[in-house]
Each structure stands twice: as C-alpha cells, then as structure tokens.
C-alpha cells in the first residue's frame, strides 16, 4: 500500500482525501491553524452556504493567486 502524506479526510462524512481546493478553502474559512477538515458539502452545511458559493469562492481566491488552490 502507497503511503500518502497529507492524507485527509472529513470529519464529519468521512469523506477520504480531500482535494487541494477543499483542503485550501477550509484553511482559507477556518483559519490556517485547522486541523479537522470537511469535504465542500459538510463545509457549506457548517457555514450555512451552499457549495455553489464554496466553489465561486474557491474561483475567487484562484483569481487573486492563492497557493492554498489549484
Ligand atoms: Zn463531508
């Protein structure tokens, strides 16, 4: 078995390895500190968004040159 760094998944469905745009827009919301993550649906279920917004902000912060995204 392939070891993977970085490996995560969200902690509330369970969701296995987020994506780098998840991942970044999660530090990006909750601070660079987190250490939970949660996929984009748990994530705009949280922030009482809907992913469509979660991923017009990830375009967004694309735009502006963000390393958090891809
Ligand atoms: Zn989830």
């Known amino acids: 078995m392939k070891k993977r760094e970085n ?3 969200c902690i509330v469905c369970g969701k296995k ?3 780098k ?3 970044g827009l999660n530090k990006k919301l909750l601070g ?3 250490y939970v993550f ?3 649906d748990c994530l705009a279920a949280e922030l009482n968004l ?3 917004k979660l991923l017009s902000a ?3 912060f694309k735009e502006q040159g963000c390393i958090l995204f891809e």
Do not use: G, W
Request: hydrophobic content about 35%.
């Open 7 to 9: 490996r995560i998944d």
């Open 17 to 19: 390895e987020l994506s």
């Open 21 to 23: 745009n998840e991942i």
């Open 32 to 34: 660079r500190e987190v």
């Open 38 to 40: 949660y996929c984009l």
């Open 50 to 52: 809907t992913v469509e």
């Open 58 to 60: 990830i375009e967004n």
